[in-house]
């Protein structure tokens, strides 16, 4: 422990001079604490991950394989990766993830819709994922969001990325219904609708923080 003269202040270091005044300390030191050295983490994946991914991997090649040997026309295997995909989604992206909340719900929104258009086609059916199951996805994840940042005690703009992006996907089903793809119109106008309330419900409830948030983002 080093001393200085003139501050009467103890300092633990090794340099020569008072950080505060700049005058020369008195003591050699030598009481300074020791402390291990860093240690950085490992990059190793853990055990059970591993385990679980030759497992994955292990279930995906078997049902592929047996799928094959007793094809009688269905290739349902496709809905056993599907399933093995959206598994390992989850367990990435939420359970192990640390990220925000919001963004681990715009994962799962994105990777489910996607899951679902999969197995349609798999199932070589139509007039359920994209006119329904899609646009109720959309909604129920803006719905999701604002529940959560009506409930948590964190800054509403940690939020606002997510929530934005998650608004203009919910305008998709609406824009698909439009150009033909989609032939069920209630569905998209429900995602939509909740969308558009959602913006003026920003518009009108959010703080001044919140507002200069959104002209940054969309440059107004």
Same mark, same amino acid.
């Given at each position: 422990?080093? $001393? #200085? @003269?003139?501050?009467?202040?103890?300092? $633990?270091?090794?340099?020569?001079? #008072?950080?505060? #005044?700049?005058?020369?300390?008195?003591?050699?030191?030598? /009481?300074? @604490?020791? =402390?291990?050295? &860093?240690? @950085?983490?490992?990059? =190793?994946?853990?055990?059970?991950? %591993? +385990?679980?991914?030759?497992?994955?991997?292990? *279930?995906?090649?078997?049902?592929?394989? +047996?799928?094959?040997?007793? &094809?009688?026309?269905?290739?349902? *295997?496709? &809905?056993?990766?599907?399933?093995?995909? &959206?598994?390992? +989604?989850? +367990?990435?992206?939420?359970?192990?993830? %640390? %990220? /925000?909340? *919001? $963004?681990k719900l715009l994962i799962q929104m994105i990777a489910l819709s996607l899951i679902v258009i999969g197995i349609e086609n798999l199932s070589q059916t139509s007039g359920w994922a994209l006119d329904y199951v899609v646009p109720s996805i959309c909604g129920l994840s803006v719905i999701a969001i604002i529940i959560l940042i009506v409930s948590k005690k964190m800054r509403y703009n940690d939020y606002l990325l997510y929530l934005i992006t998650t608004i203009l996907i919910s305008f998709v089903p609406i824009i698909l219904y439009w150009t033909d793809v989609v032939g069920v119109l209630w569905p998209s106008v429900t995602s939509a609708t909740i969308g558009v309330i959602t913006i003026v419900g920003m518009v009108i409830f959010a703080d001044t923080a919140t507002k200069d948030e959104l002209k940054k983002r969309f440059h107004i």
């Open positions: 422990m080093r $001393k #200085c @003269p003139n501050c009467l202040v103890e300092v $633990k270091t090794n340099r020569k001079t #008072c950080p505060l #005044c700049g005058q020369l300390l008195t003591g050699d030191g030598s /009481n300074l @604490p020791t =402390h291990p050295p &860093y240690q @950085p983490q490992s990059k =190793h994946i853990n055990l059970f991950l %591993r +385990i679980t991914l030759f497992i994955t991997i292990v *279930a995906g090649l078997v049902s592929v394989l +047996i799928n094959i040997l007793t &094809y009688e026309g269905v290739m349902w *295997a496709g &809905y056993v990766i599907l399933g093995l995909i &959206y598994m390992w +989604i989850i +367990i990435k992206s939420t359970i192990l993830s %640390r %990220r /925000n909340i *919001a $963004k």
